[in-house]
């Protein structure tokens, strides 16, 4: 996978034990001026305390820009390394990275561990996001374990406000505590032999309740997950789309990007299912495909096809509709970027649906004016969207 230059922030250096390795860095991406300090730490507390082999199968879970992998890679250039992330623009740095320094490291797509149950580590790592809730960690801790098997060892840190559910959930699952140290903002610890069924959980830890609508006399409901928005009804900017969606026929091969928990998806299959040949959905974010997928499947009895992507640079294809639920801006002339994107995506006379901030939007009009025709226009508290025909 490849990163426009734009959405590279900047580069930093990172040393470890007297190697330094180049860090390509993203605004979009956890931790951009810096090395994190908890990453640090685990680090340094792998290579002191960890008895591995001189070539070690090693993991590395939500690997964002990859500093662990290099980190680990710089001390054991012969290693088998997996980086694994949902987030496909986090795979596309650790990619980068990995090529400008000269490393051997393999990435995949992962939900967690779900891309990779059926394998095994000498080591598993992680600097686990507090974010991700709950059940996940607790789901996360015992896959790590499980993967790293009865001799290998499951490394993580994560916050110290959650040191205690951390310590107490591998504890109560039996599991082995070889190496722990808290600091004032963080907690490390090596483990291994934690209970666990074996059962890829997928998106199990992460399911949470749902949302209902009703399309064309039809009830439907929405699975929802945690992590991701609008877990109890739509949000302004999907509002604002399905407005539009009211106002004017879909049909032919429809890209939805950004799908949230896919309430657009079904939406527009429930409405106008005989006219859509293909439906598709693209974005970074694999947790947004994955529910999204589930819930076209259950609702509509349709296969979903999904492009796992860093950008929509990546994307390829020919679409009668696109929709995007627009993100943030957090690169520098992101809506020109956007927009040379999405033009040969598009087919001639094409329908272009586009949510966000009023901001955005205002931003996003003034570069497509020349190439489209307004055909809608909806605002709502700071957000709004626009429906828009490409000129033949």
Do not use: W
């Not at 951390?166 to 140290?181: K, L, N």
């Amino acid at each position: 996978m490849t990163v426009p230059a734009n959405y590279v922030f900047k580069t930093i250096t990172a040393q470890f034990f007297g190697k330094r390795f180049a860090l390509a860095t993203s605004q979009e991406l956890f931790c951009c001026n810096s090395v994190d300090a908890g990453s640090a730490l685990l680090v340094n507390s792998m290579i002191k305390e960890c008895s591995l082999p001189s070539v070690p199968r090693i993991l590395d879970v939500g690997c964002g820009t990859g500093v662990l992998s290099l980190a680990m890679y710089s001390q054991y250039p012969d290693a088998d390394i997996l980086a694994v992330d949902r987030d496909a623009l986090a795979l596309a740095f650790t990619e980068k990275n990995c090529r400008e320094n000269g490393f051997q490291i393999t990435t995949a797509s992962s939900l967690g561990c779900s891309a990779v149950f059926d394998r095994s580590f000498d080591l598993v790592m992680s600097n686990i996001p507090a974010k991700a809730g709950l059940p996940v960690i607790a789901t996360m801790l015992a896959d790590f374990s499980r993967l790293a098997g009865p001799k290998g060892t499951a490394a993580v840190v994560i916050v110290k406000t959650l040191s205690d559910f951390m310590e107490t959930t591998i504890r109560d699952a039996h599991g082995e505590i070889v190496f722990m140290h808290t600091t004032n903002e963080y907690t490390i610890v090596h483990y291994r032999n934690m209970d666990h069924s074996g059962e890829n959980a997928a998106l199990g830890p992460y399911m949470r309740s749902g949302m209902e609508m009703t399309v064309a006399g039809r009830n439907l409901r929405i699975r929802t997950v945690y992590g991701l928005p609008e877990f109890d009804s739509p949000g302004f900017s999907s509002g604002l789309v399905l407005d539009i969606l009211g106002k004017k026929p879909v049909s032919g091969s429809v890209l939805v990007a950004n799908p949230v928990q896919g309430l657009i998806p079904v939406r527009i299959l429930a409405e106008y299912g005989e006219g859509i040949t293909e439906m598709y959905a693209a974005g970074r974010d694999l947790l947004s495909l994955m529910i999204t997928e589930q819930n076209v499947l259950e609702q509509t009895g349709r296969k979903l096809l999904i492009h796992h992507c860093p950008t929509f640079h990546t994307l390829d294809g020919h679409f009668d509709t696109i929709i995007i639920l627009y993100e943030k801006e957090a690169v520098d002339g992101a809506h020109g970027l956007l927009l040379d994107a999405l033009v040969p995506l598009l087919a001639p006379g094409g329908t272009l649906i586009i949510s966000g901030t009023s901001t955005c939007m205002h931003r996003f009009e003034s570069a497509a004016g020349r190439m489209f025709i307004k055909f809608a226009d909806k605002k709502s508290r700071g957000f709004r969207a626009l429906g828009l025909s490409l000129k033949d």
